[in-house]
């Protein structure tokens, strides 16, 4: 039976010189791609014990090998021209299949955790909207109770201004929301300092 909440997940599929290009300019696309399959790593660990329905988006092709299909993860691709649209598709859809709270979180952080993504559906439960803010500027994380299609328009993806304006979105819709704990992603090298014990 279908559960009300969904966890969306977005990935890259994981080849060399595709992946945390930003990141393989100083370390190389090899330890790149090696990072990159520890944070795809954590990431299904963290969400598979998730009490929500899960769904992983690929960038270009579905692997029906891989752990998230052996671990029930649906399986779908992302469809749009820039990371605004591929995330307001997936919302649309989610929706439109009658979930009531949909979370959507990337694959490139390490302090991500179960609980605060269990955490975002409690907020969900009392709030139109979460969002989990990253350090960048931008967040690792948005849930919503309903479908805000300005959210994913005239943003500057991959930019320090995102979480600015998505927060802006936010008052100039009246939509109540939560914020969740600032988190590091990975995009730099610098940002793997405090998990040189990991890699």
Not at 103 to 128: Q, R, Y
Not at 147 to 167: A, C, I, R
Request: negative net charge.
């Amino acid at each position: 039976m279908q559960s009300e909440n969904l966890v969306m997940i977005f990935i890259r599929n994981p080849e060399l010189g595709k992946v945390k290009t930003r990141l393989a300019k100083t370390v190389g696309d090899e330890k790149a791609l090696q990072i990159y399959n520890l944070l795809l790593d954590h990431t299904h660990k963290v969400v598979k014990g998730v009490n929500a329905d899960k769904a992983v988006f690929y960038s270009d092709y579905i692997n029906s090998e891989d752990v998230w299909k052996n671990d029930g993860f649906a399986q779908w691709m992302q469809n749009g021209k820039d990371l605004g649209e591929k995330m307001s598709n997936a919302f649309l859809e989610a929706f439109n299949m009658g979930y009531k709270r949909v979370v959507i979180i990337g694959s490139d952080c390490f302090e991500l955790s179960e609980n605060i993504i269990e955490n975002a559906f409690t907020i969900l439960s009392e709030n139109e909207a979460v969002l989990g803010p990253a350090k960048d500027g931008g967040y690792y994380l948005l849930g919503m109770k309903n479908f805000y299609p300005s959210l994913f328009q005239n943003k500057k993806w991959s930019t320090e201004s995102v979480l600015k304006d998505t927060l802006l979105d936010f008052s100039n819709l009246n939509v109540s929301f939560k914020l969740l704990p600032t988190l590091s992603d990975i995009d730099e090298e610098k940002d793997l300092l405090p998990y040189q014990n990991l890699i």
